[in-house]
């Protein structure tokens, strides 16, 4: 009793929403340009996270296989390859690395360090930490001008 009208203006409406898909003005697919490399000096300050295992050997957003013993880092804005310099704001250790990834995902993060640098700043059994992030080089793309050049 229900079955036959509710198929009848489920087809109706399924073969005008195909009709009606077609008539869709094309739309090119763009790659968007990197961001603007940070200038050399430029900071922020904010808390500090780390990840590991279940990344380790899997792709980063710049495209290289992360490993999780290595000096890199996960920025939200920060273009692929700029280099940081981090310091632990609770003990002072600082350590370089290179952005490569996009993150963190949680609000309140500025940074996800990688398990080697987060090991490196003494912040692994704390999980989290405030930190001092400074440019100390940026990425060299084509078209991008560099500080000091």
């Not at 409406?13 to 000096?41: D, E, N, Q």
């Not at 999780?68 to 609770?90: C, E, I, S, Y």
């Not at 003494?122 to 440019?135: N, Y």
């Amino acid at each position: 009793m229900f079955g036959r009208p509710f198929y009848a203006g489920a087809a109706l409406i399924a073969s005008s929403l195909a009709i009606t898909a077609g008539c869709g003005r094309r739309v090119t697919a763009r790659v968007p340009a990197p961001p603007p490399p940070a200038p050399i000096g430029w900071t922020e300050t904010g808390i500090a996270s780390w990840y590991g295992v279940p990344y380790d050997g899997r792709r980063t957003s710049s495209g290289e296989v992360f490993d999780m013993r290595g000096m890199t880092a996960a920025h939200r804005t920060l273009p692929f390859d700029t280099w940081l310099q981090v310091t632990n704001l609770k003990n002072g250790r600082q350590v370089d690395v290179r952005v490569n990834d996009r993150g963190p995902f949680v609000d309140g993060r500025i940074i996800d360090l990688s398990m080697g640098a987060a090991q490196r700043l003494d912040m692994l059994r704390d999980g989290i930490v405030k930190v001092r992030l400074k440019v100390i080089k940026a990425p060299r793309y084509p078209g991008a001008a560099q500080a000091g050049e």
